[in-house]
């Protein structure tokens, strides 16, 4: 194919373009097959997304009309159409007995697209916790409920769904929280919700409503509870734990009116609360009118026993119960619930109705058929199988590699808290060791509220001791026993070079 006609003298910039050009001469062909009478407008839109996407650069030749279109196939009165109508709308330029070149008046889109999500590109082992096991997806049984909800689903069904979430799904997660978690579940006050991310700032935005101005969070506690309630216009407190949960002097002396907690295993110490914090809370929560958000982030998986129930269930008009199938099946799926008291619901739908207008229809529909039809709990039996067996995994490889650590919080969750002999630190040391040899770590340091963010004082997490949040659930046994012994060989390397 040539680049120019003959009646096209040319220009200075012709040789330059026309390379490119000829490359780009491919995109236009499916336009030319398309039918009869969408060919112009096929051939214009090509046209104009081969100059959008810098496969026509500024300042390339186009050929001459009649040329093009013998080429193409097309009557040329086509293609001098195209080059009119891209030269009226600043893509082309053109001068009599000059020819038609791009422009410079469009700048290219980029051609890269960053992922943000939250991984540690490159690593070779990344210990840091909250991420499952992804490979244990039931992509079958998942893919079967689609089929099977796509064929039962009535075309209404397709539309703008109810906020709170389909009633088949509420009804389904209010049978599945009362019977493993001793959650007090109404389905009418059930609402699903992009995971308990979502939960925290929908609870956020109607506190906010309410007047409050500060929540208190667990010190040391997930950081993200800050941040999420932080972008409803809410300041956090870290209030300090103790062996038995959240300390409730502390709490009331804040003067907060509003908490969270993880109380069936929490975060990320591993702590049960106890029954008689438990009913302090509860207490406290009474006198004050107070709310306390339970984040029931991975309640179902504990090891040594039955897991410890909801503190949701011994008074539902106090507790905003949260939760998701982020850990039992895949975060991706964004699918989660909350279940308010009833003085809150109409407040938090309301929310959600402005915020999304609602979670996607088929994905509920998928797993209401899941949670209903048995494979939700054969899912939870099979992850607790393989988990326990890798947290085993790392208590064994901590103890060849680093005898002496003193681990804590393994009867329940996906992580453990692994306080590392003084020898192997400091702690600083041993993290910039593991970066240098690609180990991707938490320390425990990075849990704690800051200081002008911390009621009292904390629990003594900034002591100068090692103390590393591992998660083992996303990792294969083998997996856990290598990277527990790269992460040793790294750090006698640095001790070798101190010596």
């Known amino acids: 194919m040539t680049s120019s006609g003959t009646n096209h003298a040319p220009g200075p910039a012709s040789m330059e373009g026309e390379s490119s050009a000829s490359a780009a001469w491919e995109l236009l062909l499916p336009a030319a097959s398309a039918p009869a009478r969408g060919r112009g407008r096929a051939l214009q839109s090509a046209l104009r997304e081969a100059v959008r996407s810098g496969r026509l650069a500024a300042g390339t030749r186009l050929p001459a009309s009649r040329e093009l279109a013998a080429d193409l196939g ?3 009165g086509l293609v001098t159409e195209a080059y009119e109508q ?23 889109a980029a051609r890269t697209v960053r992922d943000l999500s939250p991984r540690a590109p490159g690593a070779r082992v990344d210990f840091r916790p909250g991420t499952p096991d992804l490979a244990l997806f039931p992509r079958s049984a998942w893919a079967a409920a689609h089929r099977t909800v796509l064929d039962r689903l009535p075309h209404s069904a397709l539309g703008y769904p109810d906020p709170r979430g389909l009633p088949e799904l509420r009804v389904a997660l209010a049978s599945l929280l009362a019977r493993r978690r001793g959650v007090v579940a109404d389905p009418e006050r059930v609402v699903v919700c992009s995971g308990v991310a979502q939960a925290t700032t929908l609870l956020g935005f109607v506190l906010r409503g309410r007047g409050a101005t500060t929540v208190g969070t667990e010190d040391p506690g997930s950081p993200e509870h800050a941040s999420l309630f932080a ?9 300090p734990l103790d062996d038995e949960g959240l300390a409730v002097g502390p709490l009331v002396r804040s003067g907060v009116r509003a908490v969270v907690t993880t109380p069936a295993h929490q975060f990320p110490t591993g702590i049960a609360y106890s029954a008689d914090r438990r009913a302090a809370l509860l207490d406290w929560a009474r006198a004050t009118s107070g709310v306390i958000m339970e984040d029931d982030y991975d309640g179902d998986f504990r090891y040594d026993r039955a897991p410890v129930g909801a503190l949701q269930g011994l008074d539902p008009e106090h507790v905003v119960y ?6 039992s099946l895949a975060p991706g799926l964004r699918l989660g619930w909350l279940i308010a008291p009833a003085s809150m619901t109409d407040e938090i739908v ?51 590699h680093f005898p002496g650590t003193e681990v804590s919080g393994i009867s329940a969750g996906l992580h453990i808290i692994a306080r590392l002999p ?53 990792l294969a046994p083998t997996a856990v026993e290598a990277g527990v012994r790269l992460l040793a060989e790294a750090v006698r390397r640095g001790r070798a070079g101190r010596a």
């Open 422 to 474: 003084e020898r192997f630190g400091p702690q600083d040391e041993l993290l910039r060791r593991a970066a240098a040899a690609d180990i991707a770590l938490r320390p425990l340091s990075d849990c704690a509220a800051t200081g002008a963010d911390r009621a009292d004082s904390g629990d003594g997490t900034d002591d100068g001791s090692v103390r590393l949040v591992l998660g083992y659930a996303h």
């Open 322 to 327: 949260t939760g998701s199938v982020s850990k």
């Open 231 to 239: 972008s409803t216009g809410l300041t956090t407190i870290g209030l």
């Open 74 to 76: 097309v009557s040329r």
């Open 86 to 108: 891209l030269t009226a709308e600043s893509y082309l330029r053109s001068g009599r007995g000059a020819g038609t070149w791009v422009s410079g008046t469009v700048r290219p």
């Open 350 to 400: 309301a929310r959600k109705r402005t915020m999304d207008l609602g979670n996607p229809s088929v994905d509920q529909a998928v797993l209401a058929d899941f949670v209903a039809g048995g494979a939700y709990d054969r899912q939870l039996r099979r992850c607790q199988r393989a988990y326990r067996e890798r947290r085993d995994a790392m208590t064994e490889a901590l103890a060849t």
